[in-house]
């Protein structure tokens, strides 16, 4: 079983940044394909990021490409997402999921999941 806890999110201004955390106890966390997958009021929950194993590829839903960054550290058991020149249509709920296999962007196919974290950006 792999338990994820997010953080670091909040009410933040367009324009403006945060950084979100996902940390887990779990030994196995370097052989988990880890991902952020967000949840806006009345729709689904979409694909964000996503990251390999060992940080080695990622990938991004076009809306945010350019603007935000996954990344791992697979020492502290933790996978980070940096969020940049937020829009008031990144509001959400922020998920963050795992899996053992490679990374896709359904979120079905992620067994694991966070509790999730708040991200509010104003206008």
């Known amino acids: 079983q792999v338990q994820l806890v997010e953080s670091g999110g909040g009410l933040v201004q367009a324009g403006g940044s945060l950084r979100l955390s996902c940390t887990t106890s779990?030994?196995?966390?370097?052989?988990?394909?880890m991902a952020w997958f967000r949840q806006a009021p009345g729709k689904e929950r979409d694909f964000v990021a996503a990251?390999?194993?060992?940080?080695?590829?990622?990938d991004y839903a076009d809306s945010v490409k350019g603007r935000f960054t996954i990344s791992r550290d697979n020492v502290q058991n933790v996978v980070f997402l940096q969020m940049n020149s937020l829009k008031p249509e990144d509001t959400a709920v922020y998920y963050c999921a795992a899996r053992r296999a490679i990374a896709t962007m359904k979120s079905q196919d992620y067994p694991y999941w966070g509790q999730g974290t708040q991200v509010t950006v104003s206008s």
């Open positions: 990251i390999s194993w060992f940080g080695r590829s990622t």
């Open positions: 779990a030994r196995s966390f370097s052989t988990h394909t």
